[in-house]
């Protein structure tokens, strides 16, 4: 078995293409960098929001798989206080139905 190694052609190829390119690399990079930094910065609110939107953004993709029509609309983002409050009522298992 081949393994990545200083002589490997693969190595020596991606050093050729990081060669020829390094300045745009480096443009690329310098660009990408300060939008990291805000990232960072705001991980926390990331984390956070991104399991909550992330099943919204999933059920939209099933929008389609009904037919030929799109049968979507935008119930909530987030969690649904109503349902959580039914749920919390009924000792957590979901006891409401209906809109």
């Given at each position: 078995?081949?393994?990545?190694?200083?002589?490997?052609?693969?190595?020596?190829?991606?050093?050729?293409?990081?060669?020829q390119?390094?300045?745009?690399?480096?443009?690329?990079?310098?660009?990408?960098?300060?939008?990291?930094?805000?990232?960072?910065?705001?991980?926390?609110?990331?984390?956070?929001?991104?399991?909550?939107?992330?099943?919204?953004?999933?059920?939209?993709?099933?929008?389609?798989?009904?037919?030929p029509?799109l049968?979507?609309?935008?119930?909530?983002?987030?969690?649904?206080?109503?349902?959580?409050?039914?749920?919390?009522?009924?000792?957590?298992?979901?006891?409401?139905?209906?809109?």
């Open positions: 078995a081949t393994t990545l190694g200083a002589g490997s052609d693969v190595v020596t190829r991606l050093a050729q293409i990081i060669g390119h390094r300045a745009e690399l480096d443009s690329i990079l310098d660009t990408l960098h300060p939008t990291l930094d805000v990232v960072a910065a705001e991980q926390a609110h990331l984390d956070k929001a991104l399991p909550w939107i992330g099943p919204a953004f999933y059920n939209q993709t099933l929008a389609g798989t009904h037919g029509w049968d979507i609309y935008v119930n909530s983002l987030g969690a649904d206080p109503r349902a959580l409050f039914c749920n919390l009522l009924a000792g957590g298992a979901p006891a409401c139905t209906g809109p």
